[in-house]
DNA sequence: TTGTGTATATTCACTAGTCAGTATACATAA
DNA sequence: TTATGTATACTGACTAGTGAATATACACAA
């Protein structure tokens, strides 16, 4: 039984990762990843039981980078909280213009995989979905914001509609248009009159 | 050189409907498509030059479709603007249900092809996701909104939004959800306060 | 009416390559 | 000796796309 803090293990992973996100979970071939960490299949085989398998782990590598990113564009931004909704859709306009950028990994996955719903990645998916929703909330009400978790979960929706769509037109307008939205949802929750 | 509007030809592209929208364009080979058909693949090769334009074929009969049952969805419902907004998420909601459900075939074979922006596919998806969004803002500008353009564009965030995250969660509560955000949305354009 | 030519439409058999996963063997270190 | 890890080489199934032949239908001419 292979380890699961292995340095090999971690390799695979990181070669995954590149790979995965950059041509889709459909388009990478298991021989491929295991070229990209340097070391055979059959290595690759040793530390995970099947393609699924690896797909999961990929995804669960990216959970706490890509909340902790998010977080940060968050705390970093000045003003009230409608502005530092606005500043994770600015931070993530300036992100798309990469050219290595591709959207949302979790998002694309489960599109790939969505005649499978009970895939183990799909459910790494939901989790890290519904970590940032709940982080976002918690945020959101420390605030002073009425409904945080509605309003969080708005928000989680703008997001990524923007991803979608960015992977459609790719055009950054629709990011600004998404941050502009979400402002006027916060401020929808300051300002108390509107339900 | 094959007819445009060969019966054979529409024989291949309802069969790719059907499989490219159950499984994804990655899963579905073109033998498997050929004998859902009822046909050999060299027929196939006869009418479509490649798998990519065959995927092509595919979006481009769905958008009128789409097209006309959203605006159908709008039109039927009583209210006003943020009403009818509204009842397109609620149908939404109820087609959802339905076990073929599987989201937006556009926004997945973009999802797939995020590697590829210049596919034929995906422009024929920018298309008729831009048909999309002119229509709503027509139908919003009529109703005497506001900058009914910026207004669709939110709404469209909001609708590929869920479907997206849809696949992730498995859970209606989410297009219940972009329906109010999106009535609210509507509001604030109506009441001409917020801006 | 019969024959010939031609464009469209279709089939069977095939290529060259890729896929996920495995059998076998051999290291190295506790 | 046992556990962990790696390498070579392989399997059977599947992939997109093609070559060569043929069926069908409709033209026009004898």
Same mark, same amino acid.
């Given at each position: 039984?292979?380890?699961?803090?292995?340095?090999?293990?971690?390799?695979? /992973?990181?070669?995954?990762?590149?790979?995965?996100?950059?041509?889709?979970?459909?388009?990478?071939?298991?021989?491929? /990843?295991?070229?990209?960490?340097?070391?055979?299949?059959?290595?690759?085989?040793?530390?995970?039981?099947?393609?699924?398998? +690896?797909?999961?782990?990929?995804?669960?590598?990216?959970?706490?980078?890509? +909340?902790?990113?998010?977080?940060?564009?968050?705390?970093?931004?000045?003003?009230?909280?409608?502005?530092?909704?606005?500043?994770?859709?600015?931070?993530?306009?300036?992100?798309?213009?990469?050219?290595?950028?591709?959207?949302?990994?979790?998002?694309?996955?489960?599109?790939?995989?969505?005649?499978?719903?009970?895939?183990?990645?799909?459910? /790494?998916?939901?989790?890290?979905?519904?970590?940032?929703?709940?982080?976002?909330?918690?945020?959101?009400?420390?605030?002073?914001?009425?409904?945080?978790?509605?309003?969080?979960?708005?928000?989680?929706? +703008?997001?990524?509609?923007?991803?979608?769509?960015?992977?459609?037109?790719?055009?950054?307008?629709?990011?600004?248009?998404?941050?502009?939205?979400?402002?006027?949802?916060?401020?929808?929750?300051?300002?108390?009159?509107?339900?």
């Amino acid at each position: 039984m292979p380890e699961a803090q292995s340095p090999t293990r971690k390799r695979i /992973v990181d070669a995954a990762t590149r790979l995965f996100y950059a041509e889709g979970i459909g388009r990478v071939s298991v021989d491929a /990843v295991a070229e990209e960490a340097g070391l055979t299949k059959r290595t690759l085989y040793y530390h995970f039981k099947s393609k699924d398998d +690896l797909i999961a782990a990929y995804l669960d590598g990216r959970d706490q980078p890509n +909340l902790k990113r998010m977080a940060g564009w968050f705390d970093a931004s000045e003003g009230g909280a409608d502005r530092k909704v606005e500043a994770i859709f600015a931070n993530l306009a300036k992100a798309a213009h990469h050219p290595k950028w591709k959207g949302c990994g979790f998002l694309r996955t489960a599109a790939e995989l969505a005649s499978m719903p009970g895939h183990p990645a799909i459910k /790494v998916g939901s989790r890290h979905k519904s970590n940032f929703e709940t982080w976002l909330a918690g945020a959101l009400s420390v605030r002073g914001v009425e409904e945080p978790q509605a309003l969080a979960r708005e928000i989680v929706l +703008l997001i990524d509609g923007c991803f979608s769509i960015m992977l459609i037109h790719r055009n950054p307008d629709y990011i600004e248009a998404a941050g502009r939205a979400a402002a006027t949802l916060v401020r929808a929750r300051i300002a108390s009159d509107q339900v």
